[in-house]
């Protein structure tokens, strides 16, 4: 219904305009900017403690790291830590419970990997204020690293400070690449011209050109340039991505033909939506087969058919999720931020669990951002015997929450 300035002018369409204003605030303020999920448990603890976790994948931008339009403020024993800006200006926080909590995980034994679509430079300027974690993955799991003694003449992560931490959490480490993947990888992506961690950290804007890389990967980037499109090479090598925000002679309606099938993507490459871009790959990348390699790697006498599905859960909360998120035994939801994984969780509900929310606040858990990073965090610490002491109780851990922010 229409209300414009006649209608509002009659007594009876005043009080209706009334109503729709309140209707219009309430649908608002009860709805996150996320889509709406209902029927997924909410802040349980839904896995059989019969089966023991193995492995804990998870996503970066959006689960483990937010960006909220006001940064929150330290609190006792959980200081937040802003993160470098991204290339394209974005910067997140992660909270040091978030960080401490994945490192109680490590502890149960379970090895915990960060899959992320991010671009490897970004990643490497991120590092020091990762979790410290057993692989990390970039590039929507086309590259492959794992700490290692630091190494004075090559890439070396120094991690930052955070409360709750011990002197092996700070301790510098170095990253090898997984070159049995990376040579998979390298049938479509061409030789990596991005291999010097060291000298990409250093150097993240020198772009190479895109006539100079080799592979079907870049043979599909050309042609999408030849179709007016700008394609993001800054900072990858097994990937790249169409931003919208980019586009300079592309209207929407011939972006969305990126996503509706009307411009097809060759045969031998892999697509995903991160962030609202639009990424390309190698088929056999992509996060869901990238974690199948890692899970097979980290747990040799299990059935490789369905070694996901019995011994890994997730994190995460986008569309380049949701394969991951369906072959893992349970996917854990801080922040619904697509369509397509709100479908998924609508499909499957018992198969997730969402801590923040509509949904959330029906059971007194308003949690959003980092708050709804560490209920999914500790109900997956919870799965495990004996869970361990709470944050109180940790007097070898440090605590920066009583230092003066500079």
Partial sequence: MSVDGAYLGTPGYRQWACVLLILSFFISSTSASSPSVVGAPIMENVLDGDTKTLVVFSDLDGTLIHYPDKPPKNERHNTILKLPPSSTGMRGIISSKTLSKIQDIRKKGAKFVL???MRTSTFLQRAPFLPRADAYCTEAGGRIFYPVEAKEDGFV???QKYDG???EDLEPFSLAEDMQWRSKMERITGNYGLSDLKELAASPDVVPDLNERDGLLWDYAR???SKGFVVDTKGYSACFRVNKKQQTSISDEEFDALTNGEIKVWDGLGTSINLSCVDYYSAESGKKNCCQYLAEKYCPDAN???VLGEFTVCLCD?????QMANACRHAYIPEVTSEHLAEAIEEDPDHFTVTSGRGAKRRGHAVHGHKATEAALSLILDSFPNPPPG????????DESEKKEE
């Avoid at 986008?318 to 949701?322: A, I, L, S």
């Avoid at 944050?391 to 440090?398: F, G, H, N, T, V």
Wanted: charged share 35%; glycine share 4%.
């Fill in 115 to 117: 899959v992320s679509g």
């Fill in 157 to 159: 992560v120094k991690p």
């Fill in 165 to 167: 931490y011990t002197d």
């Fill in 223 to 225: 042609f999408l340039t």
């Fill in 304 to 306: 490789d058919e369905t």
């Fill in 318 to 322: 986008d569309d380049n999720d949701v």
């Fill in 391 to 398: 944050d109180s109780e940790q007097p070898e851990a440090s």
